[in-house]
């Protein structure tokens, strides 16, 4: 059984009377502990696409099934990570990150307790009471991963968690997620819309194609785990981002030749 | 301490210095221009005033106060529950929001006479007025607060499963306390003009009470000494509201101070 299973899911949006199609029958399923990163061009729908799934809007035609199940309440199922920390100014980063669980109406000791066994994980260890506006991008970021992992779902929604970072930071987050979901092997699904972090991270990539958005293509990336920095100018991976590259943009990319 | 003496006293001297040379400005015209006591008291006759008069301003002020702590807290009360169902059901944001600004239009002055014939001389009068001052800026701050929140918090809540009252209790009461507070600071500070407009309209006691009483006789400096009591009972409100915030919102005054210190330090 699938963990998430997208079926000829459609939406549109009506703008001043005008109805804007975003998501043009979008199909595709993830299996459980499956890392899925869903690639496509900016505002071609990837964050509705997510939004859907995580139940915040219904979509216009299709389902969306999740653990098999299409329930009617539909939030609450999957944790979900915005672009923006969205850290609560008033909660320094321990109370944060026990936010899931104070609404799941865990104990306030308790849910301290499991965070606090994850600080060092999460490379927050010392941080525990500071407020977030006295933190850095990176590890402010850090605490919002560690309030969806918190969550305790076995699906985990990013959407572009890394976007609002520089270069320098972004990739050394990414390899501690790579290695982050090594440990855990929760099912994942990524929305970016930068080709090398889809690579790095996923077993899969989805690509879409420009609003309103179908699946133009899937790109299984059979490097082996643990992903390594060097892997991204490995010949194997150079290949993979060449294809990605084409099936994005439609046109061919000068490839180097295998030695 | 003396971190926050030197720090307060930054804060201080300009506005201290001001007012010191205008009361020696003052002092100094009323007795070269030999301008009557009736007609202009200088500020040494006004704090001899204060002195000499200390019980009777002391028992005023105290009418006073009950009157615009009692109308505040109602005003608070009554604020937060409308501003509360103004934000959370549309219906009563269109039916109800409109009315409480267009009650604004009608001047205090107009409705407390009628406010005597509805309930009498009482405090009860003084009371609503105060309350009618302070319900509109506590109201709409809190109402523009928790329009305010930001949208992807609220959707962020609800993947975690939370419904409309834990979103609201968790998200948007904390976000929109700061603004809650910033209407709660100008209503303690006009509060005690609703309690002077009800004591002038109908009162046997009061500070209000106490001015109409001096002015006919031509008691200029007790007129002044009233305002000096109530200008301090003013400010006296308006600091114990921020001091109530400050303790209340502690995250919010450092991030405050914090974002100061990073334009001084460049
Ligand atoms: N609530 C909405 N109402 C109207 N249009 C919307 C709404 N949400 C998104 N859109 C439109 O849908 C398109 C896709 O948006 P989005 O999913 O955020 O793209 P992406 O995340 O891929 O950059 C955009 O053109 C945006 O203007
Ligand atoms: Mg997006």
Not at chain 1, 112 to 131: C, K, P, S, T
Request: proline residues 7%; hydrophobic residues 55%; contains cysteine.
């Amino acid at each position: 059984m699938p963990a998430v299973e997208v079926k000829g899911v459609r939406k549109a949006y009506a703008l001043n009377g005008r109805v804007v199609p975003v998501l043009d029958s979008v199909s595709f399923s993830v299996g459980p502990g499956e890392f899925v990163a869903i690639l496509g061009p900016s505002g071609c729908g990837k964050s509705t696409l997510l939004n859907l799934i995580a139940g915040l809007e219904e979509p216009s035609a299709g389902t969306i099934a999740i653990q098999g199940a299409v329930p009617r309440k539909r939030t609450g199922l999957c944790a979900y990570m915005h672009q923006k920390d969205l850290l609560l100014p008033w909660r320094t980063v321990l109370d944060n990150a026990i936010l899931p669980l104070e609404v799941q109406g865990v104990p306030r000791k308790a849910a301290r307790e499991r965070a606090l066994a994850l600080m060092d994980v999460f490379g927050l260890r010392g941080f525990e009471h500071a407020y977030p506006f006295t933190l850095s991008g990176g590890m402010r970021q850090r605490a919002a991963f560690l309030r969806t992992v918190l969550a305790g779902k076995s699906i985990v929604l990013l959407d572009e968690p890394f976007g609002a970072l520089d270069a320098l930071t972004r990739a050394s987050l990414q390899d501690w997620l790579a290695s982050l979901w090594e440990a855990l092997r929760l099912t994942v699904l990524l929305v970016t819309h930068d080709v090398e972090e889809a690579l790095f991270l996923a077993d899969r990539v989805l690509v879409l194609t420009p609003r309103p958005a179908r699946v133009r293509g899937v790109v299984p990336v059979s490097l082996p785990r643990p992903r390594q920095r060097e892997m991204v100018t490995s010949p194997p991976f150079v290949r993979l981002k060449a294809e990605v590259f084409q099936m994005l943009t439609g046109t061919q990319v000068a490839q180097e030749a295998p030695p | 301490m003396t971190r926050w003496v030197k720090e307060r006293l930054n804060e201080w001297w300009p506005p201290l210095a001001l007012m010191a040379g205008a009361l020696a400005l003052w002092e100094g015209l009323a007795h070269a221009l030999a301008i009557p006591r009736w007609l202009l008291p200088p500020p040494s006759a006004i704090v001899r005033e204060l002195v000499a008069r200390g019980d009777l301003l002391a028992r005023h002020s105290w009418v006073t106060l009950q009157e615009v702590l009692a109308g505040f807290a109602v005003a608070f009360t009554v604020g937060v529950a409308c501003g509360v169902a103004i934000a959370q059901w549309r219906v009563v944001e269109r039916g109800f929001y409109p009315l409480v600004v267009a009650s604004q239009t009608i001047p205090i002055i107009a409705i407390a006479p009628l406010l005597l014939i509805w309930v009498g001389y009482d405090i009860r009068m003084k009371v609503i007025v105060v309350a009618l001052i302070c319900f509109f800026p506590i109201t709409v701050n809190l109402v523009d607060g928790l329009r305010s929140v930001d949208p992807d918090l609220v959707n962020l809540l609800r993947t975690m499963g939370a419904g409309r009252w834990k979103v609201f209790l968790m998200v948007s009461l904390p976000w929109a306390l700061p603004y809650l507070f910033s209407g709660a600071k100008v209503a303690a500070a006009v509060s005690v003009i609703g309690a002077v407009i009800g004591e002038w309209v109908g009162a046997s006691a009061g500070l209000g009470w106490l001015m109409t009483q001096a002015v006919p006789r031509f008691q200029t400096p007790l007129v002044f000494a009233s305002l000096v009591a109530l200008g301090v009972m003013g400010i006296a409100l308006f600091q114990a509201t921020a001091l109530v915030e400050r303790l209340l919102l502690p995250w919010h005054y450092t991030m405050k101070r914090q974002e100061a210190l990073k334009w001084t330090s460049l």
